[in-house]
Antibody
């Protein structure tokens, strides 16, 4: 069974750093792209970027380029999303999702990680 | 970026109703469109890809159609489990973009 399990909710202050994780199981994690998707409170979904754990090849949405860093450790089937300096506007639910091979949509999703940034 | 516009934003319907949701793209995306279902506090679930292909395990009361710039998701007979928010996503052109969602509520 394909599963993506994300790390737990985080509460941070503006300016702090943060890394959240997404661990895959039940499939060839290294050879399947993982995407990160943001959902602001009460809003729609936004594709942030995608990473290929096999070689850490990464593509960022222009809206998120330079704002976050994606990485992966294929030895432990885990992808990461990192912020170096959080802003209140980063408060959102963040999902990881597996990209369907040869296409750019997502068939399995993690349960989401809620990030709250507040002073 | 390709803008995806869904209508209506909210839809009130009863059990057994036929429901249609529309998604319009700001430029042609051929048939490179998916539909997701999302329930409160849950992750999105893939329903339909390539505009009309039902994902494995999705009930046949769901169907999709369209090409170019206009697409529809139809639920032939609304069931209690179908009350949720439905979002479209284009995967024709980078960056991949989503609609804002249509919330299907109980009438």
């Amino acid at each position: 069974e394909v599963q993506l399990v994300q790390s737990g909710a985080e509460v941070k202050k503006p300016g702090e750093s943060l890394q959240i994780s997404c661990q895959g199981s039940g499939y060839d994690f290294a050879n399947s792209w993982i995407a990160w998707v943001r959902q602001l409170p009460g809003k729609g979904l936004e594709w942030m970027g995608t990473i290929y754990p096999g070689d850490s090849d990464t593509t960022y949405s222009p809206s998120f380029q330079g704002q976050v860093t994606m990485s992966a450790d294929k030895s432990i089937n885990t992808a990461y999303l990192q912020w170096s300096s959080l802003k209140a506007s980063d408060t959102a639910m963040y999902y990881c999702a597996r990209r369907v091979s040869a296409h750019y949509f997502f068939d399995f999703w993690g349960q989401g990680t809620l990030v709250t940034v507040s002073s | 970026d390709i803008q995806m516009t869904q209508s209506p934003s909210t839809l009130s319907a009863s059990i057994g109703d036929r429901v249609t949701i529309t998604c319009r793209a700001s430029q042609s995306i051929s048939r490179w469109l998916v539909w997701y279902q999302q329930k409160p506090g849950k992750a999105p679930k893939l329903l339909i890809y390539e505009a009309s292909i039902l994902e494995s395990g999705v009930p046949s009361r769901f169907s999709g159609s369209g090409s170019g710039t206009e697409f529809t998701l139809t639920i032939s007979s609304l069931q209690p489990d179908d009350f949720a928010t439905y979002s479209c996503q284009q995967y024709n052109s980078y960056p991949w973009t989503f609609g804002l969602g249509t919330k299907v509520e109980i009438k």
